[in-house]
């Protein structure tokens, strides 16, 4: 699945757009990943601050893959792996 998302790569810069996927090859065990929109890499948990993710399905995934995940208009920081 390829989702579009809102990236905070920092805590106190903007969002930008990119997209989740679970179909790119640096996934692994069907755990998305984060590509910035005109990047080519993707973004690792500990490369971003936090995501935006509308889709509740991958937004489950992106946590369990170690992102932050905001949720309405706070941070879930459990949802995190520690940095």
């Known amino acids: 699945m390829i989702i579009r998302i809102e990236v905070k790569p920092e805590r106190n810069e903007k969002y930008l757009p990119a997209v989740l996927t679970?179909?790119?090859?640096?996934?692994?065990?069907?755990?998305?990943?984060v590509v910035i929109d005109g990047e080519?890499?993707?973004?690792?948990?500990?490369?971003?601050?936090?995501?935006?993710?509308?889709?509740p399905q991958m937004a489950e995934n992106a946590r369990r893959g170690g992102y932050l995940v905001l949720r309405g208009r706070?941070?879930?920081?459990?949802s995190a792996k520690k940095r």
């Open 40 to 55: 080519r890499q993707v973004r690792r948990p500990s490369q971003v601050y936090c995501l935006r993710v509308s889709d």
């Open 74 to 78: 706070s941070v879930h920081e459990k």
């Open 22 to 33: 679970n179909e790119h090859p640096e996934s692994k065990s069907g755990l998305p990943v």
